[in-house]
Structures are given as structure tokens and as C-alpha cells.
């Protein structure tokens, strides 16, 4: 069973994903993209808290793959939060840990608006550990 509940923290959207992200469940995620995609350029990021996210196959990671594309098109970022290390595992193996911005929780990624956050160097044997984020 797969959930996302969707709550808004200024100036951020979180989805707070829950359960397995696979090709059955993928467009209930789909759906709350196109709902925050249609309020527009200005209305800041996405965070999606993965802490309770229990699996994810590629057809999960297409989908966030999607919504970063479209989230970028309107100059807004995709932060993945509390991402479990069965999931940072296929993002390395990926080569999406070079492009998702991974945090260790929820107020990391929402404090990157503030300056005070920071991404995460994970460990694909155990949980991410909080580093400095590097500015560009």
C-alpha cells in the first residue's frame, strides 16, 4: 500500500511518501506532482520525506525522475529527505545520487532555504550522514 499526504510549509511542498513507490502505485505520486506543478513557478520546492517510503523500483524513480524534470522547468527544486539505504543504493548505482539532492530529514532540506542546510553523504550499508552542501 502506497500513500502520499501533501502539506504545504512555506515556501516548500512536502510529500510525505508512504509505502511501497512501484508501478502500481506510481501515479498517486504522478497525481500530487501535476497538482503542485499547477500552482506554478513561485511556489517553491518540493521535499519528498522518504522515512516511511518501504521500496522503491525503477518505475518509483521514473516518476521522481519526471517530477524533477517538470520541477525544473519552472526553476524549482526536488529534495528528497530521510531516503532510506535501499534507495540511496539504486541511486548510486544509477548515477542519480549525482543529481537528487538527498537530506537527512525534512527540516534539512526545508532549512536549505534558509542557508542552513545540508545534503547527505550515504552509506549504502547503514543511514545517510548529514554533510556540508557544496555551493556552486
Not at 8 to 23: T, Y
Not at 60 to 79: H, K, N, S
Given at each position: 500500500m502506497f500513500s502520499v499526504q501533501v502539506t504545504h510549509?512555506?515556501?516548500c511542498a512536502v510529500f510525505a511518501l508512504r509505502g511501497e513507490?512501484?508501478?502500481d502505485s506510481?501515479?498517486?505520486l504522478q497525481e500530487a506532482g501535476d497538482r503542485e506543478l499547477a500552482r506554478g513557478r513561485g511556489a517553491g520546492a518540493v521535499v519528498a520525506d522518504c522515512s516511511r517510503l518501504t521500496f522503491c523500483d525503477s518505475s518509483?524513480?521514473?516518476v521522481l525522475v519526471r517530477l524533477w524534470q517538470d520541477l525544473a522547468t519552472q526553476e524549482r527544486a526536488l529534495r528528497l529527505a530521510a531516503v532510506p539505504g535501499t534507495v540511496i543504493r539504486l541511486f548510486s548505482?544509477?548515477?542519480l545520487d549525482q543529481v537528487f539532492a538527498?537530506?537527512?530529514d525534512v527540516e534539512q532540506a526545508l532549512a536549505v532555504d534558509t542557508?542552513?542546510?545540508t545534503t547527505v553523504d550515504a552509506d549504502l550499508n547503514g543511514p545517510a550522514q548529514p554533510k556540508e552542501r557544496q555551493k556552486a
Amino acid at each position: 500500500m502506497f500513500s502520499v499526504q501533501v502539506t504545504h510549509r512555506v515556501p516548500c511542498a512536502v510529500f510525505a511518501l508512504r509505502g511501497e513507490l512501484d508501478f502500481d502505485s506510481m501515479v498517486q505520486l504522478q497525481e500530487a506532482g501535476d497538482r503542485e506543478l499547477a500552482r506554478g513557478r513561485g511556489a517553491g520546492a518540493v521535499v519528498a520525506d522518504c522515512s516511511r517510503l518501504t521500496f522503491c523500483d525503477s518505475s518509483g524513480i521514473g516518476v521522481l525522475v519526471r517530477l524533477w524534470q517538470d520541477l525544473a522547468t519552472q526553476e524549482r527544486a526536488l529534495r528528497l529527505a530521510a531516503v532510506p539505504g535501499t534507495v540511496i543504493r539504486l541511486f548510486s548505482l544509477t548515477g542519480l545520487d549525482q543529481v537528487f539532492a538527498v537530506y537527512a530529514d525534512v527540516e534539512q532540506a526545508l532549512a536549505v532555504d534558509t542557508g542552513h542546510g545540508t545534503t547527505v553523504d550515504a552509506d549504502l550499508n547503514g543511514p545517510a550522514q548529514p554533510k556540508e552542501r557544496q555551493k556552486a
